[in-house]
Structure formats: structure tokens, C-alpha cells
């Protein structure tokens, strides 16, 4: 916070009010489980368990070296691993990395604002951003919550209202990881169909019979039992409600036009151009 008087980070009776032992308060994960780095973990653990184990990241975006040394300390406390940058260049030329995390960023830096820092990296969705500032500014923290802000925070505040925060932000980190493995997972089956596979899926998850996906591509009802049945077992689906759910889970879509003979039992075959894609991904 260059050129502006820096306010306390924390009040100065925190210390008195603060919990005497963290550890007890906020849920860290042990460092003795497997990190997604760790070199010895199985090959066969899940992507998914060997993030759940990684310990926490929180990263500080500060220009001014006592908050930053001061944030660094109390994320050390209570387990998880801080890093810190005293600028949005400085933090955005590091490498992204997939592990439990959150962004406690500050709304005032020397090369670009807090808020534009947070536009660059809404995309990571596993790195909720928590809002440090000196300064109360309503159109800010109006504008920093609804770009996806988990909490806007103006100083002087006290250290555990700052770690329910972080807590509350790496929840929310190992949810979207979770899910990001799930996807990935599914992409991977999703990807071992043949194109014949992935227009029978389409129309079965959209609502058709069998009889009528045949009718739609031109093939008997039971070539269609024959492929449906491959679709279930490549995507590991033991269900139909389980098979849409997976097909929403990777956000695909049918094009208008399959879309609109999907509903029509007796359309020509030749409108279903197996326009079964993912949706922006």
C-alpha cells in the first residue's frame, strides 16, 4: 500500500480474544496423507483423494511487506502453506496449481487493481478470493462480491475472522476440485465412445425409446439395445437417471435442429447430424 498510511491488520486486543489453540478450531488437513506432489503416493489412489489430502495453499496479494509477513505467520499457525507476492504481476506468473486454495488479495496495488486481478483469474474456480482493504469503498465491495468474492473485509479485522474466512473459501476450493476430478473422469469415458455410441447416447439421455432412436438413425431397435448397452458400460452408468446425470455433469447439448426432430418420433433421419458436443468445454 504504497503512499497511504497503513492501517493495523488486526485490532490490538485480537491476541487476548483470539483462541488459544487454532488447531482445535480449524479443521487442517494432516501433513502425514499424500499430497497431490507426494512421490510416493499410489497410482492408484484417485486424483480426487490425493487433492482432499493436499495441504491447503492460501496465497496473499499485499504490496505492503508487514501485512504480508503478518498474514504469512497466521496461515503458518494454524497448518496450511502461505505464499506471498507483493503485486498482481508477481502472482500471476506463477505457475497454476491445482490444490486446496484461496486468494486473500488487497483491493489497492501498485500495478493493477484488486478487482482486475480478480477478473484475471475467475476462471480458477478452485481459488475462492477474500478482499483485504484499508479503506471502505460500498461500489467496491458491491463489485467484488458479485464477480464471486467470498468475503470483502476492511481492516482493522480480527485473525479469526479472517481464518473462518479462508476456512470457508478452502471448503469451497476441495468442492470445486471434486468436481472438476469428477468431470474429468467422465471426459475420459465419454471420450472412449464411438460416434455411433455418442448419438445413441444423445437420444436416450433427450427422452427416446429405443425403438425411436432407431427410427432417428436409421438402424434396428435392437443394434440400438446392442449400443446402448456399450454406452452404459463404457460410462459406467447403472442407471438411465444416472447416465443424464453424467451427461449434465459434462454440460453437453444437441443442436436446435436434432433437438426439434428429437421430439418427433417419425422425423427423417437425415436432420440428426449426431451434434452431441460439450457445452464451452
Excluded at 56 to 79: A, H, K, Q
Aim: glycine content about 4%.
Amino acid at each position: 500500500m504504497t503512499g497511504r498510511p497503513t492501517a493495523p491488520l488486526f485490532p490490538k486486543d485480537a491476541a487476548n480474544d483470539a483462541p488459544s489453540d487454532y488447531m482445535s478450531v480449524f479443521r487442517v488437513p494432516s501433513s502425514e496423507g499424500p499430497t497431490v506432489n507426494s512421490a510416493g503416493a499410489s497410482a492408484r489412489e484417485p486424483k480426487a483423494s490425493l487433492i482432499s489430502h493436499a495441504i491447503p495453499t492460501v496465497y496473499v496479494v499485499d504490496d505492503d511487506v508487514l501485512v504480508r509477513e503478518s498474514l504469512e505467520s497466521l496461515v503458518r499457525r494454524v497448518g496450511w502453506e502461505p505464499q506471498t507476492f507483493a503485486s498482481g504481476k508477481d502472482f500471476l506468473s506463477r505457475p497454476r496449481v491445482l490444490v486446496p486454495s484461496c486468494l486473500v488479495l488487497d483491493v489497492s496495488l501498485p500495478d493493477m487493481n484488486g478487482l482486475d486481478l480478480q477478473k484475471r483469474v475467475a476462471d480458477r474456480v478452485e481459488m475462492p478470493v477474500i478482499f483485504i482493504t484499508a479503506y471502505v469503498d460500498v461500489s467496491t465491495t458491491v463489485r467484488a462480491m458479485k464477480a464471486g468474492a467470498v468475503e470483502f473485509l476492511t481492516k482493522p479485522f480480527r485473525d479469526e475472522v479472517l481464518l473462518r474466512a479462508m476456512q470457508d473459501a478452502i471448503e469451497r476450493s476441495h468442492a470445486a476440485l471434486r468436481n472438476e476430478a469428477k468431470v474429468q473422469t467422465l471426459r475420459a469415458r465419454y471420450a472412449l465412445l464411438t460416434r455411433r455410441q455418442r448419438e445413441v447416447m444423445a437420444l436416450v439421455v433427450f427422452g427416446q425409446l429405443n425403438k425411436q432412436v432407431g427410427s432417428e438413425l436409421g438402424i434396428s431397435e435392437i443394434t440400438v439395445q446392442a449400443h446402448r448397452g456399450k454406452v452404459m458400460r463404457k460410462m459406467k452408468a447403472d442407471s438411465l437417471a444416472s447416465l443424464v446425470r453424467m451427461a449434465a455433469d459434462l454440460r453437453l447439448k444437441i443442436d436446435t435442429d436434432a433437438r426439434a426432430c428429437a421430439t418427433r418420433s417419425t422425423a427423417p433421419s437425415n436432420i440428426w447430424n449426431g451434434s452431441w458436443t460439450f457445452d464451452g468445454g
